[in-house]
């Protein structure tokens, strides 16, 4: 559904100016400090299926560009703009709900948005490029934690017809419709969505997007620097890097493991990143439900499905 926006003055907001280094100045920290008061918001309108926190997030959406619109919150249909109980009860197995930071939360509640840009629907893609560049810049940098809590983002970057996206829960590149080039998608955890940490997650959303700098942000937080994990044990390959069959010895990576949890747990078994016959059945099961060519191979037409575009 798209949730109307309520006639309400809006609350004014400054610019952001850039310095010549690149970096936004004081405006940015002023609009920062400034998200976190809610009492000139109109009421959500729908609190039976949109957490407030994404109806906070939206009111913050509109104020850092005004021009914009909202796409939709809560939606009757798979995916994380529908509730965890509808997709359970309607499509069960949905990528959406099978994994563990998405069985916490209300069952009820939606967990995604849409940033609409009226410019780019116009063909005109200068501001959502900006936005999306900035989300895919802070999603890459392993140091920065600002996107945790983001289940994914799908936007566009540039000038052509290709969606750009991120994956910021398997750390990969993703792709989506063409719906994508002139609206910004955000998934959340379901898990924390509606929570305090959710809005916390929303709150670093918004220092992204502002084009706060990493530093930044830090500074004005107090925000300790990201660990970074050391690298898996075994073979390390991107999801999209090559196509997995079965072979002898057995292919083994991170992107065997991206398709064992996107296909989960009751076709493939555990997430363990080895691909044996069980994941090649699982991969079999996935491709028949989808209408492609059920061979139990990886190749490009799978690693779309899942959103993905093959390297090369």
Not at 142 to 165: C, I, K, M, T, W
Not at 257 to 272: K, L, T
Request: proline letters at 8%.
């Amino acid at each position: 559904m798209t949730a109307p926006s309520p006639a309400a003055p809006e609350r004014p907001i400054e610019t952001v100016p850039v310095d010549p280094a690149g970096e936004p100045t004081r405006p940015v920290v002023r609009f920062l400090a400034a998200a976190a008061v809610t009492s000139a918001d109109p009421p959500n309108p729908n609190t039976s299926r949109v957490p407030d926190n994404l109806w906070w997030l939206w009111r913050r959406l509109k104020e850092l560009e005004p021009s914009s619109t909202l796409g939709g919150i809560y939606a009757s249909k798979s995916g994380y703009h529908g509730t965890r109980d509808e997709n359970k009860k309607r499509w069960p197995g949905n990528y959406s709900i099978r994994e563990a930071e998405d069985q916490g939360g209300p069952g009820d509640k939606a967990a995604a948005l849409d940033w609409t840009f009226p410019n780019a629907q116009r063909g005109d893609y200068s501001t959502i490029a900006k936005y999306t560049k900035r989300l895919l810049a802070s999603g890459k940098d392993r140091n920065d934690p600002r996107l945790d809590g983001l289940r994914e983002f799908y936007g566009q970057a540039d000038s052509d017809r290709h969606v750009e996206g991120w994956d910021c829960r398997h750390l990969v590149d993703v792709t989506s419709d063409a719906t994508h080039l002139w609206h910004l998608h955000f998934s959340f955890d379901r898990g924390k969505v509606a929570s305090v940490e959710g809005r916390q997650v929303m709150e670093r959303l918004l220092s992204v997007l502002s084009g706060e700098a990493l530093a930044g942000w830090r500074q004005r937080t107090g925000a300790a620097p990201k660990p970074v994990p050391p690298a898996a044990q075994g073979s390390v390959h991107r999801p999209g890097s090559r196509v997995l069959k079965l072979t002898s010895p057995q292919m083994t990576g991170d992107d065997v493991r991206f398709v064992q949890r996107w296909i989960g747990p009751e076709r493939v078994g555990s997430a363990d990143g080895i691909y044996g016959p069980g994941t090649a059945a699982g991969v079999r099961w996935y491709q028949q439900m989808r209408g492609i060519r059920s061979d139990g191979e990886v190749g490009p037409q799978t690693w779309a499905q899942f959103g993905i575009r093959m390297a090369g």
